[in-house]
């Protein structure tokens, strides 16, 4: 699957509307990343393989293809939101699992890739969001990454999987007042009306 090389990882912002878009389109535009750049201790915990994997863990190709269903792009504060929707739609998901991921990733990642205050309340709302609109779905265990996903259109995704615009853009409001003024918020795709949230649209004030 090709990528971008020319467009900085913080750059790329799928939004909401990329309805006509093909999945294997929209994940073409992302940046090129290999998942043997993900840290050690990150691997420990999210990837599939690992024996202490947490509920919801998933291959980077999947993960990737759930940042378009989302329409969030790859700051940590919208890692933080993928990350939760996809454990909050695990069907063993518990609370302790909940609370032991925010230490671990508070406490134990590396810079760069650590959570802070406002990671972790966009993390808590991308469980909310998969309790209410994704619930045991196991979005980690459907092959988003191969055919019939990557040739639908992201409108036919989202069919699929079962969630809306209106309802992520509820939640996205929520995360503008919990979390305001962040590059990740300031872009967040609230409203249909909002017209700057291109794909690989580069914000020029931060």
Known sequence: MGRRVDLNWDEWNPGLDTDEMSLRDVLATMPAANAEDVPEIIQKYENPK???ALPGSIELDRHDCIHVLLGRGLHVQDEAFVIG???????????????????????????????????????????GFAVDN????????????AE?????TVREFRKEIGVNKAEMRAYYRKAE???????????LDTSSQRNDTRLGHRDEDS
């Open 50 to 52: 690992s024996p202490d």
């Open 177 to 187: 007042l919990l979390v305001p003024g962040t590059k990740a918020s300031r872009r």
């Open 148 to 152: 019939p996903f990557q040739s639908m």
């Open 134 to 145: 994704m619930n045991n779905k196991d979005l980690h265990l459907i092959p988003m990454e």
């Open 85 to 127: 929707a996809t454990m909050g739609a695990a069907s063993d998901i518990t609370d302790e699992y909940i609370d032991f991921f925010i230490r671990v990733s508070t406490q134990e990642y590396p810079k760069h890739w650590r959570f802070e205050e406002e990671h972790i309340a966009s993390f808590r709302l991308g469980v």
